[in-house]
T-cell receptor
Framework: DVKVTQSSRYLVKRTGEKVFLECVQDMDHENMFWYRQDPGLGLRLIYFSYDVKMKEKGDIPEGYSVSREKKERFSLILESASTNQTSMYLC?????????????FGSGTQLSVL | GNSVTQMEGPVTLSEEAFLTINCTYTATGYPSLFWYVQYPGEGLQLLLKATKADDKGSNKGFEATYRKETTSFHLEKGSVQVSDSAVYFCALKQGGTSYGKLTFGQGTILTVHP
């Protein structure tokens, strides 16, 4: 089975800190995604990447950046954390091509910004 | 743009009750439709999907039919179990894209009591 691993389950940071959320997948998937999950809002796409060094903005990219230097790793960066970025962050990956609709998700990182 | 709207939750049922979770969507063209489930403390996992009008997706006793005329994809199960307690997300993928990018609804919390 595909495994998508997020580096931390819980993270507490202070306002203004630079925050790195790491995600690694082990099935050679081309596509990787970062979503945030908030009660009543569902999942909203922050950024996605369809290849190494390639990235595209999602629906809510403001305040975030990403890095994909290796195929298996996709990092989400909060340049200067703010309290409104307190949320559950979910990483996902998928294959490119005919069966690429199936996303495989990590367990999530609950980030609290104080 | 694309959007997915789910029925307001949370939903609380007794074991063996009938379940319906409503989902409607707005999209151009011919999207693919999905239901994902999130069990406590875990990431999302694909429950079922349908890729064209009148298709029925099914898995683990859950079913949903892609209704283009009503732009709906309602989730049903004839007899729920305590183990079905989870958050359920309806999602769509715009037709023609190859990156697997999904638009999610707000999620519906289901609690099943013995």
């Amino acid at each position: 089975d595909v495994k998508v691993t997020q580096s931390s389950r819980y993270l507490v940071k202070r306002t203004g800190e630079k925050v790195f959320l790491e995600c690694v997948q082990d099935m050679d998937h081309e596509n990787m995604f970062w979503y945030r999950q908030d009660p009543g809002l569902g999942l909203r796409l922050i950024y996605f990447s369809y290849d190494v060094k390639m990235k595209e903005k999602g629906d809510i990219p403001e305040g975030y950046s990403v890095s994909r230097e290796k195929k298996e790793r996709f990092s989400l960066i909060l340049e200067s954390a703010s309290t409104n970025q307190t949320s559950m962050y979910l990483c996902a990956s998928s294959l490119r091509g005919g069966t690429n609709e199936k996303l495989f998700f990590g367990s999530g990182t609950q980030l609290s910004v104080l | 743009g694309n959007s997915v709207t789910q029925m307001e939750g949370p939903v609380t049922l007794s074991e063996e009750a009938f379940l319906t979770i409503n989902c409607t969507y707005t999209a151009t063209g011919y999207p693919s439709l999905f239901w994902y489930v999130q069990y406590p403390g875990e990431g999302l996992q694909l429950l079922l999907k349908a890729t064209k009008a009148d298709d029925k997706g099914s898995n683990k006793g859950f079913e949903a039919t892609y209704r283009k005329e009503t732009t709906s994809f309602h989730l049903e199960k004839g007899s729920v179990q305590v183990s079905d307690s989870a958050v359920y997300f309806c999602a769509l993928k715009q037709g023609g894209t190859s990156y697997g990018k999904l638009t999610f609804g707000q999620g519906t919390i289901l609690t099943v009591h013995p």
